[in-house]
């Protein structure tokens, strides 16, 4: 009788790019593990579309996770994990499977985030589908009830990344607007959680413009860190994902389109297949 362990990846899912950012840190963190990545890049972006479509769409995509094998997916996307996840947690997944999990990226960092804050004045910086959902405020309130957020839309930022524009001059105006416009609702923010994953590629530019004392977020390492601790927490689960050290990447797109901007999100070269829904 064969004891070959049956392939079971866990699953990173995420309308585009930014997931990759989520995934550089979870894959250096715990490199052992096999890893499955979906970019719905053919409907990206989600930030700006219904509840009800991104909780469609993002079902959709992790229905195709499921039927890869992953019995563990994360949705390495601040607006699926804002407007699908606990949908999907709570009416669909006992239906489909109750032993598979659906694992967000907004409740490990609220998790923590009045850890580093002595003002207690916590900023927030994503996309509108995030900030209008309030799910950081409210995340944030069941585990720091005292802690004060203030949050600022920046709808410009990702179209700026995803078309290469970031590091240019053009795109210093739109990120010290927003960062203005956030530190204008108080002055007391010490603490600013980067609410998109692909705001690190605009760290840089983010330093130069908020003051120094402020501490920034940014929810790779913390994702990467609480989905270890998960896993120890969770034998059952642990012993489900297989441990090839493999990566594939698939996306709703056409690869040629997807491979060379995954890249530059991931850190190094990406080859991607794709998957018609």
């Known amino acids: 009788m064969s004891t070959e362990k049956t392939y079971s990846p866990i699953g990173v899912f995420d309308s585009g790019y930014g997931g990759l950012t989520i995934m550089k840190e979870i894959v250096k963190e715990l490199p052992q593990y096999d890893y499955l990545y979906l970019g719905d890049n053919a409907r990206a972006p989600y930030g700006t579309r219904s509840f009800e479509t991104v909780y469609q769409y993002t079902l959709e995509c992790v229905n ?53 804050s002595k003002t207690k004045h916590v900023g927030v910086l994503g996309t509108t589908g995030t900030v209008t959902s309030n ?38 105006y739109f990120v010290e607007q927003h960062i203005k416009n956030l530190l204008h609702q108080s002055d007391k923010i010490d603490t600013v959680i980067l609410g998109c ?15 120094q004392h402020i501490t920034i977020l940014s929810q790779g390492e913390i994702v990467s860190k609480g989905l270890s601790d998960y896993l ?8 489900k994902c297989s441990k090839g050290g493999s990566l594939k990447f698939f996306t709703t797109e056409m690869p040629h389109n997807f491979d060379e901007q995954a890249s530059r999100f991931f850190g190094k070269e990406i080859k991607s297949e794709h998957l018609q829904l």
């Open 135 to 172: 799910s950081y405020p409210i995340e944030i309130e069941k585990f720091f009830p005292e802690v004060k957020v203030f949050q600022e839309a920046c709808p410009m930022w990702v179209p700026l990344i995803e078309n290469n524009e970031f590091n240019n001059e053009g795109s210093n």
């Open 232 to 239: 120890k927490r969770h034998p059952e689960m642990d012993a």
């Open 197 to 211: 994953t692909h705001y690190p590629l605009l760290l840089n530019k983010i330093k130069q413009y908020l003051p």
């Open 64 to 116: 195709h996770l499921f039927a890869k094998g992953c019995h563990l997916v994360i949705l390495a996307c601040n607006t699926a994990s804002a407007k699908a996840l606990r949908n999907i947690q709570q009416k669909d997944l006992p239906n489909i499977d109750p032993s598979r999990r659906v694992l967000g990226v907004i409740r490990p960092t609220t998790e923590v985030v009045g850890n580093f």
